[in-house]
Nanobody
Framework: QVQLVESGGRLVQAGDSLRLSCAVSLRTFSTYGMGWFRQAPGKEREFVAASSWAIGTTYYAESADSVKGRFTISRDNAKNTVYLQMNSMKPEDTAVYYC?????????????????WGQGTQVTVSS
């Protein structure tokens, strides 16, 4: 059974930085794409960032409250861990953050293309 365990979420102030981690119990971790999603209260889960190590690409959400340019996804295949570095944080970044394992090599923006999820970690940004 594949397990994903997120950590690092906490209360921060606007403008602060925070790094989330997601440890994955999967021997073939480097084979799969990984993604970060978030869900704010009363909203649907939304895509944040994705890493497809097999093809060397990363992708970030380009919505109105874009994380592009502020967040960075990275992974350490030796540690079976994916990270989300969040800088210049805003109150609208407040959400539960989830990491997900893609069904294949490529990680996309579509949550239904992920087959395993972590339990989530709460990030709260105060103004």
């Amino acid at each position: 059974q594949v397990q994903l365990v997120e950590s690092g979420g906490r209360l921060v102030q606007a403008g602060d930085s925070l790094r989330l981690s997601c440890a994955v119990s999967l021997r073939t971790f480097s084979t799969y794409g990984m993604g970060w999603f978030r869900q704010a209260p009363g909203k649907e889960r939304e895509f944040v960032a994705a890493s497809s190590w097999a093809i060397g690409t990363t992708y970030y959400a380009e919505s109105a409250d874009s994380v592009k340019g502020r967040f960075t996804i990275s992974r350490d295949n030796a540690k079976n861990t994916v990270y989300l570095q969040m800088n210049s944080m805003k109150p609208e970044d407040t959400a539960v953050y989830y990491c997900g394992k893609s069904k294949g090599r490529i990680a996309t923006i579509r949550s239904y293309e992920y087959d395993y999820w972590g339990q989530g970690t709460q990030v709260t940004v105060s103004s």
